[in-house]
């Protein structure tokens, strides 16, 4: 399996940006589809955004469409998830995934995962 380390949380006023990045390590990089999920206090894990292999692709939930944006370097074993027009309910513990497989949306599709970052919005 690849790991994957997160960083780049914090505190951020709302209709701030954000960026948080993910580093992975251990396998070829570039065999695996990548995603962002995130975690609010009693509520369930849940999808944001996902990256194809090389990047073609990308896929968003509604709620972050036109605000979100994920991309990757191959050639630095990086996936990133920039975050603009922030809101108070983007408050989350943001996870880092991958899959060799793109299975589906829901977080038990995804074999590998990092250890999360906390992004904080205020209003």
Known sequence: QVQLAESGGGLVQAGGSLRVSCAASGR???RYYMGWFRQAPGKER????A???GGENTYYTDS??????I???NAKN?????MNSLKPEDTAVYYCAADELFRGLLSKFWTSWGQGTQV????
């Open 28 to 30: 070829t990089f570039s």
């Open 46 to 49: 849940e999808f944001v955004a």
């Open 51 to 53: 990256i194809t292999r």
């Open 64 to 69: 972050v469409k036109g605000r979100f944006t």
């Open 71 to 73: 991309s990757r370097d």
């Open 78 to 82: 990086t996936v990133y998830l920039q």
């Open 120 to 123: 904080t919005v205020s209003s």
